[in-house]
């Protein structure tokens, strides 16, 4: 009886587990759809902040999860990279510019 009952303990934990390494690559996508709605309503800098963020919550869901949501992180994190190096070129641009 004890043997059946460790089993459903793991088991319960490997579920708990695996919501987790889930929650960074979500987090992530949120970030980069963020990121791109502050750019939208408001200024570059915020929106580059919250990409880089995403950048990073993305990179530690990439090592947590599985096939599929690995390709999720990979595509928020080309997503916040997109537009951190956009916005950073345009404000360079922009600076120099005006300088």
Do not use: C
């Not at 303990?9 to 889930?22: N, P, S, Y």
């Not at 950048?55 to 595509?75: D, N, Y």
């Amino acid at each position: 009886m004890p043997d059946i009952e460790d089993k459903n303990i793991k088991e319960e934990g490997e579920k708990k587990t695996v919501a987790q390494r889930h929650l960074w690559v979500w987090l992530a996508v949120v970030f980069a759809l963020v990121a791109w709605i502050l750019l939208a309503w408001f200024d570059g800098y915020t929106a580059m902040a919250v990409a880089a963020a995403g950048i990073v919550v993305g990179f530690i869901g990439t090592r947590h999860s599985s096939l599929a949501m690995k390709r999720l992180a990979i595509t928020a994190i080309i997503a916040s990279t997109v537009l951190l190096v956009v916005v950073a070129a345009y404000l360079i641009v922009l600076k120099v510019g005006l300088s």
